[in-house]
């Protein structure tokens, strides 16, 4: 089979309908071929569209509560470090041959632990900044816009969400990169009024982008969102292109 | 519409639902109960759907959401929206425990009679909801000869040889009609892009 033969079956494929042979083919294929692989993305969201045509349902609120009790356990399983004793002298058993081994692995072990340590420092940030978010959203009150790009906004998208005292926070991603010098800018629109500036932010190499905000009292009524790009220091008012903006929140 | 409150409406996929896997992730148990609460009740549609049967669905359901639990780290946002990864996994392990069902031949038979039902429902009840709306109004614009392949592919979780038999038709036949109705039926989800994220 030639890949255009192997393009033809990923429709099939996404609705699981493939014969076993030519599943287990199209599954070789496709851990070689990323063209396929992305194909076969689209082709999924395609499929899962079709739940959207069914009748949904209530589930029994017990499976909620089994859900979460097995989640519990799994926390509390994990919390518990078991202690197993040490050997005494392991090494001494391998004689100088041994000591060498101990002392590239140890090595090893520390460079592996520094790499480690800064990888772990970005993700607990990006964990902690989830966390606070999906603390914002699930509070009481909470409100949530999501913002689009605009044709120079590059297919940047945004999300942000408040609270009824104006605690907010913007979470952005697919933000193109700035020059030296600029940063994106927050801003609230009420009507026809002038639009009142907040916080400037810079997106990581990624492209991701985070910022707490306190929103203006008179920011809570309807407001619109939108992001601009502005010296880094930020502006009181927009000079900048319009990157990402909403609709009202009601 | 751009705004929403996000415990009154879990759906479309939202880049909130990327956060909450991320918390997931993270082995923070709220954000298990909000994607719950979200998307519970269309999974369980799904799943009953497909299984015909309360407690398999149920028991299913309880899977699918522990496996987010455990693999929330796999999902890949740059390959799709959550509730792709979501109803993908959903899909998958119901075709599994339905595929092992020794009363298999009877669940199917009662999902086929169930798909006039479920489409015509579902465009009766298009007001209540919009992309429900949007799915069976695509459903309706696609041949017979070509959905009911699709439909049985999808809820009944049969093969394209399967299918071939059940319909008595020729499994190249069969083939391509489901691959000329999936194109159809994304060009016609596409239309509503916005809505589906396509």
Same mark, same amino acid.
């Given at each position: 089979?030639?890949h255009?033969?192997? &393009?033809?079956? +990923?429709p099939a494929?996404?609705?699981?309908? #493939?014969?076993?042979?030519?599943?287990?083919a199209?599954?070789?294929?496709?851990?070689?071929?990323?063209e396929?692989?992305?194909?076969l993305?689209?082709?999924?969201?395609t499929?899962?569209a079709?739940?959207?045509?069914?009748?949904?349902?209530?589930?029994?609120?017990?499976?909620?509560?089994? +859900? #979460?009790?097995?989640?519990? &356990?799994d926390?509390?399983?994990?919390?518990?470090?078991?202690?197993?004793? %040490?050997?005494?002298?392991?090494?001494s058993?391998?004689?100088s041959?041994?000591?060498?081994?101990?002392?590239?692995?140890? !090595?090893?072990?520390?460079?592996?632990?520094?790499?480690l340590?800064?990888?772990?420092?970005a993700?607990?940030?990006?964990?902690?900044?989830?966390?606070?978010?999906?603390q914002?959203?699930t509070?009481?009150?909470?409100?949530?816009a999501?913002?689009?790009?605009?044709?120079?906004?590059?297919?940047? +998208?945004? %999300?942000?969400?408040?609270?009824?005292?104006?605690?907010?926070?913007?979470?952005?991603?697919?933000? =193109?990169?700035?020059?030296?010098?600029?940063?994106?800018?927050?801003?609230?629109?009420v009507g026809?009024?002038?639009p009142?500036?907040?916080? !400037?932010?810079?997106?990581?190499?990624?492209?991701?982008g985070?910022? &707490?905000?306190?929103? =203006?009292?008179?920011?809570l009524?309807?407001?619109v969102?939108?992001? %601009?790009?502005?010296?880094?220091?930020?502006? =009181?008012?927009? %000079?900048?292109? +319009?990157?990402?903006s909403?609709s009202?929140v009601? | 519409?751009?705004?929403?409150?996000?415990?009154?409406?879990?759906?479309?996929?939202?880049?909130?639902d990327?956060?909450?896997l $991320?918390?997931i992730?993270?082995?923070d148990?709220a954000?298990l109960?909000l994607?719950?609460?979200?998307y519970?009740?269309?999974?369980f549609?799904?799943?009953m759907?497909?299984?015909?049967?309360?407690?398999?669905?149920?028991?299913?359901?309880?899977?699918?959401?522990l496996?987010?639990?455990? $693999?929330?780290?796999?999902?890949d946002?740059?390959?799709?929206?959550?509730?792709?990864?979501l109803?993908?996994?959903a899909?998958s392990?119901a075709?599994?425990?339905?595929?092992?069902?020794?009363?298999?031949?009877?669940?199917?038979? *009662?999902?086929?009679?169930e798909?006039?039902e479920?489409?015509?429902? *579902? *465009?009766?009840?298009?007001? $209540?909801?919009?992309?429900?709306?949007?799915v069976s109004?695509?459903?309706? $614009?696609?041949?017979?000869?070509?959905?009911r392949?699709?439909?049985?592919?999808?809820?009944?979780g049969?093969?394209?040889?399967?299918i071939?038999?059940?319909?008595?038709?020729?499994?190249?036949?069969?083939?391509?009609?489901?691959?000329?109705?999936?194109?159809?039926?994304?060009e016609?989800? *596409?239309?509503?892009?916005?809505?589906?994220?396509?």
């Amino acid at each position: 089979m030639v890949h255009d033969d192997y &393009k033809e079956m +990923i429709p099939a494929r996404a609705l699981s309908a #493939l014969d076993a042979a030519e599943a287990h083919a199209l599954n070789e294929h496709l851990e070689n071929c990323a063209e396929c692989r992305k194909e076969l993305d689209e082709w999924q969201a395609t499929a899962a569209a079709l739940a959207l045509g069914t009748n949904r349902s209530d589930p029994s609120p017990k499976v909620r509560e089994r +859900i #979460l009790d097995e989640v519990r &356990k799994d926390l509390s399983e994990s919390n518990v470090v078991p202690f197993r004793s %040490t050997p005494r002298n392991l090494w001494s058993s391998f004689g100088s041959l041994g000591a060498m081994a101990a002392a590239v692995l140890f !090595t090893a072990l520390i460079v592996g632990i520094v790499v480690l340590w800064r990888q772990n420092n970005a993700m607990r940030t990006q964990m902690e900044q989830s966390r606070e978010f999906v603390q914002l959203v699930t509070s009481p009150g909470a409100r949530v816009a999501e913002l689009k790009s605009s044709a120079v906004g590059a297919g940047a +998208i945004a %999300t942000v969400a408040y609270d009824s005292s104006g605690h907010a926070m913007l979470v952005a991603s697919k933000l =193109p990169s700035l020059p030296q010098g600029k940063a994106y800018q927050l801003w609230f629109i009420v009507g026809n009024k002038p639009p009142m500036p907040g916080k !400037t932010f810079a997106p990581d190499n990624n492209g991701q982008g985070v910022l &707490k905000e306190e929103m =203006p009292r008179e920011a809570l009524n309807s407001p619109v969102f939108a992001v %601009t790009v502005e010296p880094s220091a930020g502006v =009181p008012a927009p %000079t900048g292109p +319009i990157y990402l903006s909403s609709s009202a929140v009601n | 519409m751009a705004t929403y409150i996000l415990r009154l409406q879990p759906e479309p996929a939202q880049e909130s639902d990327v956060l909450l896997l $991320k918390a997931i992730a993270a082995r923070d148990e709220a954000a298990l109960a909000l994607l719950y609460d979200h998307y519970g009740r269309i999974l369980f549609g799904l799943l009953m759907r497909i299984l015909n049967n309360r407690e398999e669905a149920e028991d299913v359901l309880q899977e699918v959401f522990l496996q987010v639990w455990r $693999k929330a780290g796999d999902f890949d946002e740059s390959r799709g929206r959550p509730f792709t990864w979501l109803v993908t996994l959903a899909r998958s392990r119901a075709i599994d425990r339905l595929r092992t069902l020794a009363s298999r031949e009877r669940v199917a038979e *009662a999902g086929a009679r169930e798909v006039s039902e479920v489409i015509s429902d *579902a *465009a009766t009840d298009a007001l $209540k909801s919009e992309q429900r709306g949007l799915v069976s109004d695509a459903l309706a $614009k696609l041949p017979d000869e070509q959905k009911r392949p699709i439909m049985l592919a999808y809820f009944d979780g049969l093969t394209q040889s399967e299918i071939a038999t059940r319909l008595g038709a020729p499994l190249g036949t069969v083939k391509t009609r489901m691959r000329t109705g999936m194109i159809r039926l994304r060009e016609l989800l *596409a239309g509503q892009g916005e809505s589906f994220g396509f």
